[in-house]
Nanobody, 123 residues
Framework: QVQLVESGGGLVQAGGSLRLSCAVS????????MGWFRQAPGKEREFVAA????????YYAVSVKGRFTISRDNAKNMGYLQMSSLKPEDTAVYYC????????????????WGQGTQVTVSS
């Protein structure tokens, strides 16, 4: 079993930055691909970014590419999402997720989820 706990959300003005963290426990983190997803009010949860086991491969949604950076520190069992140039439309609950081995953009492919952290971007 893998447990994930997100932190780092909050209220920020448009154009600002935030770094989300995802603490992973229960298993060796370097066996798991990692993803970040978000869900805005009244909308379905959507893919944001994903990273392979070693961190050598990254994938981003078009809406965040160039503004967000996913990273991981396997030695510390931590994942991160650095968010810059934030826009009001980035307002959502952000979730980190993990799955064995293969990276995916699909929500249904992920087996383990955190509880989410709220990010609110004011205009």
């Amino acid at each position: 079993q893998v447990q994930l706990v997100e932190s780092g959300g909050g209220l920020v003005q448009a154009g600002g930055s935030l770094r989300l963290s995802c603490a992973v426990s229960g298993r060796t983190f370097n066996r798991y691909a990692m993803g970040w997803f978000r869900q805005a009010p009244g909308k379905e949860r959507e893919f944001v970014a994903a990273m392979s086991l070693s961190g050598s491969d990254t994938y981003y949604a078009v809406s965040v590419k160039g503004r967000f950076t996913i990273s991981r520190d396997n030695a510390k069992n931590m994942g991160y999402l650095q968010m810059s140039s934030l826009k009001p439309e980035d307002t959502a609950v952000y979730y980190c997720a993990a799955r064995i081995a293969v990276t995916s953009r699909r929500e249904d492919d992920y087996d383990y989820w955190g509880q989410g952290t709220q990010v609110t971007v004011s205009s």
